[in-house]
């Protein structure tokens, strides 16, 4: 990727929230997006929803629809949630040393097969860097890039990872074309897609505006690049860091939900174990997805992969060390957590994946979102 395609000048910087309109005119048009994209999709859905009730039948493609129909709408939603979550001002921030090249990998493989699914080719070319960032924040960012991107990349997506001279700063750029390549004229005029300030783009705009990144989008005949840089980056001319600067911010609250967005699956064969569970976790602002059985659970997984898969010890088996066995190969350390059927106890996993958190039946009230937690953050 050439670099250069994204700098100061060349592209359009991305104006703080708060900064670019009036408090009241920028929520009331937030909240008109958040709507929109809410009501369109459960509009198309409910449509299908009548013309199953009239004939009594439905193809798989048109389940297939009105599944990406909700889903799309319960994605709009959790990233209303999100959003409100920066709007409180309680969001506390732990800052580490990372890898920045590291973390992105991590992601896209995580993402590997949704990529694939959707016929995605990805072409990363990424220096190493070490940055400063708080890590559940960098790794919600990662993906919300990539969710935007594929929501609009028509058949490659670009990552690439720099480091500029002069400040010593990592830049990421994430590029690609949102118009088919027959389509694509050096003369026409370098109008943007109308979606591309989607709620995704405006939780990327608030993400990186809260982690103090400057963000910059590039609009050029067809092909979008978005570049973020990180102000904190590790280089040899750096000065010590002292542990206030490495986890500062007020003491946690509830409110901070530091792994909001992240997809969570539930597989129980009853279901009041599946709501239960469901409700158990449903405070976390986590996306959580019910099946039924392993079999549904590995249908569930070729799409793609969750953060975390949450099973009643009932559903062990071959099928399922089967199923963790595949996972672990492409994702070795995505948590499962094991429900047994008796005891008020619970623990922890180990470390590489050799075995599973487990949580007693009598403590999934009280153990599990803090057992998922401790789960979901060593996977990052």
Known sequence: ????????????????????????????????????????????ALERVHALTSSGQIDRAGLRALREEVESARRAGMIAQQLARFASGRLRQSHERLSLAETLKTV???????IEARGIHLEPQLK???????????????NTVLDWALSHARSQIEFGIDLKTWPAHAHLVCSFAHRPADELDEGAAAEPAPDLDSLTWR???????????????AVDAGHITLGLEFPRTVHDDMEGLSTIELDEGPAASVNSKPLAGSQVLVVASRREM????????????LIVDLVASVEEAADFCREGLPHAIVVE????????????????????????????EEGGGFEMSGFGGTSMARVGRDAIES???????FELSKAL
Request: zero cysteines; charged letters at 25%.
């Open 313 to 340: 010890s009932i559903l062990r088996g071959e099928r399922l060390k089967a199923l963790r066995a595949e996972i672990g190969t492409e994702v070795p350390e995505l948590p499962f957590i094991e429900i047994t």
């Open 108 to 114: 896209l493989n995580h993402r590997r097969r949704e």
């Open 203 to 217: 939780l990327i705009e608030q993400t990186a505006w809260a982690m103090g990144l400057p963000l910059a989008r």
């Open 367 to 373: 153990a599990l979102p803090s057992v998922l937690m």
């Open 274 to 285: 599946r709501v239960r569970l469901r409700d158990a976790i449903r405070h976390m602002g």
């Open 128 to 142: 190493p860097a070490e940055v400063i960032v708080d890590a559940s924040l960098l790794f919600s960012l990662l």
């Open 1 to 44: 990727m050439d670099m250069s395609d994204i700098k100061p000048g060349a592209s359009t910087p991305m104006p703080a929230p708060q900064e670019d309109k009036s408090g009241g005119e920028r929520w009331h048009e937030l909240v008109g997006a958040i709507g929109a994209e809410i009501a369109m999709p459960l509009t198309t």
